[in-house]
């Protein structure tokens, strides 16, 4: 069975740009989640998907938002880059979501270098 | 709000060394509570995992114990090899809620 894939894997942006990133999960699961990893503040929750609805949101501005569709892939759009937002960008795959045991599968990453 | 702590590194051990990690987390309820690991270049890959107070989790030699009354999750091996270099998490998610709160990440090197 594939794995969580993201691409691009690899992305150079210009602050002010707008960058749009796309995660398919594992054929089945129904759950995406989003995170950000940066070395200053580590691994942090942006967002989480079921059912096309977004269920769970972490504490960032608007400019992060996401969608999943209904094969369950999910993007995550950032607007107005800041020097900031440079980060690996992680996705998170899982059956049903928010039940103890259920297991959460990540992606590679999609390194975003806002110059 | 929930949080994890974990031990600071970077860690150095020789081959066949005894490992420890460090964990201690603040949560309502109980949470689940896991170890991630990153290789350099990778995305997180799950070592183990336990759902409830005394539950151990193993994996790849790897154990950690889920402890209630200190709110801790250690992870240990017992003789360390050169491929276990990475970067250790520890996380912890609420019943009901798909969000992992992670602790600061430990990098592991382990010399020949």
């Known amino acids: 069975k594939a794995g969580v894939t993201q691409t691009p894997r690899y992305l150079i942006k210009t602050r002010g740009q707008q960058v749009t990133l796309s995660c398919s999960p594992i054929s089945g699961h129904r759950s995406v989640s989003w995170y950000q990893q940066t070395p200053g503040q580590g691994l942090q929750f942006l967002f989480e998907y079921f059912s096309e609805t977004q269920r769970n949101k972490g504490n960032f501005p608007g400019r992060f938002s996401g969608r999943q569709f209904s094969n369950s892939r999910s993007e995550m759009n950032v607007s107005t880059l800041e020097l900031g937002d440079s980060a690996l960008y992680l996705c998170?795959?899982?059956?049903?979501?928010?039940?103890?045991?259920?297991?959460?599968?990540f992606g590679p990453g999609t390194r975003l270098t806002v110059t | 709000g929930d949080s994890v702590t974990q031990m600071e590194g970077p860690v150095t051990l020789s081959e066949e060394a005894f490992l420890t990690i460090n964990c201690t987390y603040t949560?309502?309820?109980?949470?689940?509570l896991f170890w991630y690991v990153q290789y350099p270049g990778e995305g997180l890959q799950l070592l183990l995992k336990?759902?409830?107070?005394?539950d151990k989790g193993s994996n790849k030699g790897f154990e950690a114990t889920y402890r209630k009354e200190t709110t801790s999750f250690h992870l240990e091996k017992g003789s360390v090899q050169v491929s276990d270099s990475a970067v250790y998490f520890c996380?912890?998610?609420?019943?009901?809620?798909?969000?992992?709160?992670f602790g600061t990440g430990t990098r592991l090197t382990i010399i020949p």
């Open positions: 996380a912890l998610r609420r019943r009901g809620n798909e969000k992992l709160t």
């Open positions: 998170a795959s899982s059956l049903e979501g928010g039940r103890a045991g259920d297991e959460q599968y």
């Open positions: 336990a759902t409830k107070a005394d």
């Open positions: 949560a309502t309820g109980y949470p689940s």
